[in-house]
């Protein structure tokens, strides 16, 4: 289960080929999935998916290059290269975002979404 990353909060354009064109900077991808949660009423529409790479480390790399990034917007990257590598997966969502590998995947139940 290491291998996956569960990403929530993509635009409504965003498209499986996309992430995969930007996620593969970090590793082989195996496959990706996305789908949106029901719209209720009370929450908007929230596009979410599972980006599965070849290996752990891969997969690892994405999850704590995105952290980084969250805790400390200003951060010195080690190279340009670096750089845009996070901005481009920053780019795929819409506000606030979930960039992690903590979740099961799980297609028949969604994780539930925290709403403030």
Known sequence: MDRYVFIQ???LDVTDEKIKTVFKTYGDIVTVR???LPYTGFTPNIRIG???FA???EAKKVVLAIER???DPNMNFTNEAEKTKVTDIISL????YIVTNLFK???K????VKRN
């Open 9 to 11: 909060n993509l635009k």
């Open 34 to 36: 996305l789908d949106k």
């Open 50 to 52: 599972y980006v599965v």
């Open 55 to 57: 290996n752990a480390a």
């Open 69 to 71: 990034f969250r805790n």
């Open 93 to 96: 969502f819409e506000g606030d």
């Open 105 to 107: 995947p799980s297609w």
């Open 109 to 112: 139940k969604f994780p539930p």
